[in-house]
Structure formats: C-alpha cells, structure tokens
C-alpha cells in the first residue's frame, strides 16, 4: 500500500467537550470524522498548555525533554527543530506544508514558522487556515503531510450567536450557574466555528478523490479555557479529543478505551509507515491498539507544568485508576495569571476561590471519583497507592532528566515569564 497522505488537524482548547464525546455540542462534521474512523476515549495531552502540548506531539517526547517548557508568544522555543516529525517524514518523501497556527515558534522573538523546516508555509494566520488548507488539497503533491491549526476554541468567545444558554449545562466540575452558562453557551458557539471550517477541509479531500488515501488526525492541546481545565493536572486538563481517520486499521467507527498520550503519535506514525523511529522518541506505537493485537499499550501517562502566563511547576501520572499530582511551589493561592479571564473565572473569584491554597500533594481515585474532587493524600487506606504513584512520577522525572530536579526550571533569556512562585523540595514518601 502506498503511504498515505497526513492531514493533522489541531484547534486550541477544545478538550474532549464535543459531539463525538457525548456532549450536547453541535459538531456534525467532527462526529462524521469519528464515525468513519477511530475515537480514542482516553488520550491525553503531555501538557495542559498550548506550546509545549504542540511540542510533544509533534517530537513524540515531554515537553521538557523537547525544550518546551513554556509558551512560544512569551519566547520559549523548540530545543531542536530537527526533532520534529516534519524532518523524519521528509526522509520518507513527505512533503510538508503548514496552514495557520504552529505555537513552537514565535515571529516576534526572531524565530519564526521559517525556522521549524516547513517545505511551504501557507499561512499563519489562522483566520485563513481552512481556505489556504483547501488550496493546497487541490494540488497537493503525493504524499503529504498538511498541518492546519485553528484558533478556536481559544478565548474570547463570540458574544453574539444563537445558543440559548437556559438550555446549556456546564461540563463537571463546573458548577450550574447563569454567567457559567453563558460562558458554556459562548464556547459552544465557537466549537460550531471550528466544526464547519473542519468540514470544509473535509470535504476539499472529498472533492480531490484523496480521502481513501489520507490519514487525518484530529486533536487539540489540552482542556477548555476555564478554571480546573486548562493548565490543570486534573482530567478535565489533560484529557483530549483525538479522532483518527484514514485507510487500514483507521476506519469503522471503532472505539480505544485504553490510555493513549499525544507522545504516542509520532511513534505511531513511524510504525505505519515503516519507518526508523528516531531515538529520542518517549512514546509507544498505537497500532497495536489499532490493530486487535494489544488492549493496552501503556501502564501510565504523565503531564507536566512549567510555565504558562507565569512559572507553575507540576508534574502528574495517572495510570489506569489513580492520578498523583505533586507541586513544585509553595503556593497560598491559585496562580490566578495562569487562568484565562472570562465569566467562569469572574464567578469564581465572585466565590472566594482566590482563597483557596492549592494541595502540594494530590491523589485520586479516578473511578469513584471522576471530577478529582476528594483528595485521598493522607487516607491510610490509600498509603500503598501513594507510594506507588510517588516512584512512578520520581522513576519517570529521572529517566527523562527533568529539570525540576535541579530545582527551578530556567526560561530562556528574553522569555516574558514572571516568576512569581517560590521553589521547594518535593514530597518524600
């Protein structure tokens, strides 16, 4: 079989709260892409943050490994843009070709989209994404690897639309209020922007006679832009859509229960298309997965927080049951910067959630507790689990030589990252 074409598309926090998940959020196109290919229930970002999400998926490592500690408009960059799938797939006869948002780079600090090795930029603005993604199918030289990234569902949501929000419900563990609703509403507005615009991407491979022979991913960074989501180690943070579509094992409506994590899909993409796997690779293949042969190909995954608006570090694993999160700061209060401004955040901090200390330790029981509400920390029934969870994210931070172990991790000079966290030593068991 010939190699496919790649088609990866990637909008900003969307989380999994589309209609292919269960959610009452119009997106027909999206749920068409599902039906006709493969949805994983249970993938996962490597990091609740838009650079350095982008910066594990598209080099199959952490983020920390990959140099991608913090944001690429707040000057963090790829340690070395030779890591990135581009270059391996270009070995193999890939030509690649951007459209719209990239987030590893950033114009502004002298490292643009020219400097990641993109045979043909389209376009970085994202407004003209979509249309400068069509252009391309129409005349696309065989075999391609097309990245087209949106800016939806990044804040701010449109105001004026048609979502009646008395008919919305927050997603858990948002609570049930108006202006919540509104925000809901808000949201679910945008997530029909990105829905078309992905459906007419579809539809130009339709019109080109290349869907039988094109991979399309689908993925997002990282949970939805409100507070406990987005730059959060819960569920809510690093759970992400990622839909599958393509020839072979890429079709049929199936459905992935096990634990997958974006640093799986380079790995993935090497093992289909016979190709070396670089050596930096973290990952493991998905094929398996894809295949019949394995139900799971991974006991745990891991996420990470360095930097966002300012310095947070924190580091999580969550294996099939239990998610650990351990904080590397001595906070007093939530990092208020690293939560995106809108009508949640108002009506939380309208609640007294300023006031509320975040926990240095973190352990959950995923299946009883879903939302990671009620932290087992100090439950003795649980102190077998807990220092389980604490060697596995210990074993995991030495194998891939985190810097955290050395104690604060450094921002590139000119980075505009305040540090406004102070430094600890992590928990001991």
């Not at 709260?17 to 009452?24: D, E």
């Not at 003209?128 to 990245?147: Q, S, W």
């Not at 990044?154 to 008395?166: I, K, Q, S, T, W």
């Not at 690779?281 to 295949?291: C, D, E, N, V």
Request: aromatic share 8%; with cysteine.
């Amino acid at each position: 079989m010939p190699r496919p074409n790649i088609l990866y598309i990637h909008s900003h926090d969307t989380g999994r709260y589309l209609q292919p998940y269960g959610y009452g959020i119009p997106t027909p196109n999206l749920q068409r892409l599902a039906e006709e290919g493969v949805l994983f229930r249970r993938a996962y970002c490597a990091a609740p943050t838009c650079s350095p999400s982008r910066a594990a998926l598209l080099t199959g490592q952490s983020p920390h490994s990959a140099g991608m500690l913090g944001l690429a408009n707040r000057g963090f960059v790829l340690g070395d843009f030779r890591q990135h799938i581009i270059h391996s797939l270009k070995s193999a006869g890939y030509t690649s070709a951007l459209a719209g948002i990239q987030h590893l780079t950033n114009a502004h600090f002298a490292r643009g989209a020219e400097a990641i090795g993109y045979d043909r930029i389209l376009t970085t603005d994202h407004a003209e994404a979509h249309l400068r993604a069509i252009d391309f199918i129409k005349d696309a030289p065989p075999p391609f690897f097309l990245t087209v990234g949106f800016f939806e569902n990044h804040r701010e949501f449109p105001l004026e639309h048609d979502v009646d929000p008395a008919y919305v419900s927050p997603p858990l563990p948002l609570p049930d209020r108006p202006r919540i609703r509104q925000d809901m509403a808000n949201y679910i507005a945008m997530a029909k922007i990105l829905d078309d615009k992905v459906g007419q991407v579809m539809s130009a491979l339709d019109d080109a006679g290349l869907r039988d022979e094109t991979l399309v991913i689908y993925t997002t960074d990282h949970g939805i832009a409100f507070p406990g989501m987005k730059c959060s180690l819960t569920d809510a943070g690093i759970g992400v859509a990622l839909i599958l579509r393509g020839p072979g094992p890429f079709g049929g409506g199936k459905i992935v229960d096990a634990m997958v994590s974006h640093i799986d899909v380079f790995p993935t993409l090497c093992d289909l298309l016979d190709i070396e796997a670089p050596p930096w690779l973290q990952g493991s293949s998905m094929m398996p997965l894809l295949r019949g042969e394995a139900d799971a190909i991974r006991d745990e995954v891991f996420a990470e927080v360095s930097y966002h608006a300012t310095y947070e570090p924190k580091r999580a694993v969550r294996s099939d049951r239990f998610k650990y999160i351990r904080r590397y700061d001595n906070r007093e209060s939530p990092v208020l910067p690293n939560i995106d401004d809108g009508l949640t955040k108002d009506d939380y901090l309208d609640h007294g959630f300023a006031e509320r200390a975040p926990a240095a330790e973190q352990l959950y029981d995923t299946y009883y507790d879903p939302t990671e509400r009620d932290n087992l920390i100090s439950d003795p029934d649980y102190a077998g689990v807990l220092g389980d969870m604490r060697a596995r994210l210990d074993r995991w931070m030495r194998d891939t030589d985190d810097p955290l172990l050395r104690g604060p991790a450094p921002a590139p000079p000119g980075a505009v990252a305040p540090r406004r966290a102070v430094p600890c030593s992590p928990p001991t068991a």
